[in-house]
């Protein structure tokens, strides 16, 4: 989340784990409000992306996280998980980021409208 962001009244944040059940090599595929939403630890910081790649259908959280990236499992889409750039031909377009905020040692997303 950047600091210049501003936050809309209606905005919801959304519990979704505590941040010890995160893993720096296995991202976590979570479901809020129908949405499939990857949430990935890099270093200290937590992302969350949409996690359906945009190259067929496939779940980004269940693919190969290595140095800040995130490669899909069918094809090998590559994305950058700070800001969802897509690093190759394959995944078509960026992804969309979701907001994050960590409070008393728990994961909170805000999604992106659509
Ligand atoms: S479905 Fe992700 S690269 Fe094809």
Redesign the pocket.
Known sequence: MSSGDVEPSNATWHDVCAVGELDAEFPLGVDIEGQRVGVFKVGEAVHALEDI?P????LLSQGYQDNGQIE?P????LFEIASGKSLND??QRDLSCHRVKLEHGRVFIQLTPV
Do not use: T
Request: glycine share 16%; with cysteine.
């Open positions: 790649c190259h067929a259908y496939a899909c069918l094809h090998g889409a394959i995944g």
